[in-house]
């Protein structure tokens, strides 16, 4: 009996290695265990060493997901703006909130992602994105910002939320009409919620999305060993945030005069409602609405977290910025976008700023939407893509000593701002590039110099900043994170 079993176990082996094996002609990487594969790649740390490895495009494979990935700019260029690639990963939709997993612009593919994105765009840049009159709205915000952390009275804090809050109110207001306080309780059940699962080991907390045998487990195991209740939990949270909101819109709708982007979307629905190929529903709403908020939100505050690391672990960068200000901008009120031209070094710092931190070290996945090819490489339909912005940006072929902080690097020889024209990816490209990059942009320029102008950002007594960085939820953010905030005098 045992003979037999044994001999029977050895077949299947033997039928896993034939039909599981990677196909011919696929890009290079770590040898492959027939369903196991091998160790998630999460973050740029773990990508680094297949790269030196295996050469510029590279493939893992983690359960029963083979992913391709590239490390070459000009390589992730043209494959990003490719229609074949425009692609999501199925295990996306276990993160939507839509009930067809289909709406949205973040995680979802095909022709309702390429109506919900013409919706998007067209109904901000309505709204305002791009425009001037909304650098108001984002003054409102910065001001508060600066207030909120001058009540700390100089004492050593942790990153607040104020400065997810104050970047996600430019984006709510143009959406839904709102704006948070900085100190909002509302806000802060989301935060905590995504600050649990952050906190959870992300390697354990994917592996049912690589190994999907794994979701069939009973719900107490996959609670004790992949912490799938904080998951859930997160998502409810903000399925109920966002499904209050698009509610109160329809009870108060006014088809006459549409306040914000869920009113033209909610007028939208009503004038198609008999038309079944609409592609106009209330899911996808929700969708759009969640990925506008989670966009609004956690990009820029991440990045107004390293503006702040980086004010501290520079101070002389600090004080030729404040110096260049000081002397454009008059004390008694604050930078403008139309100060821009005048302040070159503050551009190069910030521009300095998107590619230092490479907030995604790897860039969010696409998929391969049929069989093609990358550089004479076999991609089956179905093979995740994804490009290492971090091995972009520290590039030495494009970066002259990559690993130093230097706004200079976007300074010509008359001492003007110059632009990077190549090896620079902090907003993707192509088909997904990111569509707020306008507003992004405006953000994060207007605060950090309302910062800089305010506040004297100081490292606590007895306390050795860290070069070293984490990843949260595939967003790179800096160990050290508690700082004083000083007013200038």
Partial sequence: MILELSFLFLLLLLYLYVTDRKPSNMPPGPTEIPILGGMPVLDEKQAHPLREKYGDIVTVRTGAIRTVILFDYKTSKEVMARADMAGRPDIFKAFSIDEQKTGGIALSEGPQWQHDRRFMLRNLRNLGMGKTYLEDAVHVEAEALVEDLKKYDQQPIAYPDSFRTAALNIIWQMTASRRYDLRSEEVKLIYEASKDLQSSSMALTMMPFFFPFLRKLPNILQKIFFKQNLVDAFIEKM???????VDEHEEQLDLD???DLIDEYLKEMKEQEHDKETLYRKGALLQIVNDLFDAGSDTINTTIKWV???LARYPQVTKKIQHEIDEVVPRDR????QDKPNLPYVEAFITEILRFSSLTG?????????????EGYFIPKGTVVVNSNYAIHFDPQYWDQPHNFSPERFIDEDGKFQAPKEGFFAFSS??????AETLARMEVFLFATAIIQNLEILVPDGVQLSDDTHNLLGIRVPVSDTFIYKPRS
């Fill in 334 to 337: 604050m930078v403008s976008l």
């Fill in 430 to 435: 192509g088909r997904r590039q990111c569509p």
């Fill in 257 to 259: 005069n549409p306040r």
């Fill in 362 to 374: 790897l860039n969010v996945e696409h998929t391969a939407m049929q069989d093609t090819t990358i």
């Fill in 239 to 245: 399925r109920a945030t966002i499904t209050k909101t």
């Fill in 308 to 310: 702040v690391y980086v």
